[in-house]
């Protein structure tokens, strides 16, 4: 496609029940990068792939929050046990290269509201 | 902790005006500084600067970047009412294995006509 696609777009689940958040990248970025941004604040950092190294998870606020690539590609966010405060937009990016010199190229987001 | 500061949070300018963006930051060994435009929903890339005292420029937005007082600023001249959006600046630090992004909380700017 010609843009990075997040599915869906929009999400409303009660407390308690499991999320998956899809993020299909550019075709060819090896980087893929997962944000949260709440209302009237910045993008937080998650979680980021890069090729078949291990996943920088640092940014992940809970182990109910968990997220896997799989085949380089499509990557799911997996939210388990949800909670109100997990109400944000959930930004997917990827870039095309392993380097710092690449900016990333964000999708629309899902908006995730959890009654 | 690594930290991005963007001041200021919210701006209202008239159709004409001129504004200038200020992102500051704390990192562990400085990579490179992003800005995005954020509208609706994905934010859209404007610049990347790597080096100090280098302009750079599309149209009428322009950024500079000052490694030694460690900040950037964003410019827009002559602004038009689809300026309108919320300005992000991110910064990634230089950590072994991994290329993530520290952003601000971005800058929310309203033009008037």
């Known amino acids: 496609g010609a843009g990075v696609s997040q599915s869906p777009s929009n999400k409303v689940t009660e407390k308690g029940k499991d999320v998956e958040l899809r993020c299909d990248p550019i075709?060819?970025?090896?980087?893929l990068y997962w944000y949260r941004q709440s209302l009237g604040q910045g993008l937080e950092f998650l979680i980021y792939?890069?090729?078949?190294?291990?996943?920088?998870k640092s940014g992940l606020p809970s182990d109910r929050f968990s997220a896997e690539r799989t085949g380089g590609s499509v990557s799911t966010l997996t939210i388990q046990r949800t909670q109100q405060e997990d109400s944000a937009v959930y930004l997917c990016?990827?870039?095309?290269?392993?380097?710092?010199?690449?900016?990333?190229?964000f999708g629309d987001g899902t908006r995730l509201s959890i009654l | 902790e690594d930290k991005v500061v963007q001041s200021p949070l919210s701006l209202v300018v008239h159709e004409g005006d001129t504004v200038t963006l200020n992102c500051s930051y704390e990192?562990?060994?400085?990579?490179?500084l992003l800005w995005y435009k954020q509208e609706k929903k994905a934010p859209t890339f404007l610049f990347m600067l790597?080096?100090?005292?280098i302009e750079k420029k599309s149209g009428r937005l322009s950024s500079i970047l000052d490694k030694k007082e460690l900040f950037s600023i964003l410019n827009i001249t002559a602004t038009q009412t689809g300026d309108s959006a919320v300005y992000l600046c991110?910064?990634?630090?230089?950590?072994?294995?991994?290329?993530?992004?520290?952003f601000g909380t971005g800058t929310r700017l309203k033009v008037l006509a």
């Open positions: 990016a990827s870039s095309s290269a392993r380097t710092a010199n690449q900016p990333q190229h």
């Open positions: 075709s060819g970025h090896t980087a």
């Open positions: 792939f890069q090729g078949n190294s291990a996943p920088d």
């Open positions: 990192v562990t060994n400085f990579r490179s």
């Open positions: 790597t080096s100090s005292g």
């Open positions: 991110a910064v990634q630090p230089s950590t072994s294995g991994t290329y993530k992004y520290i």
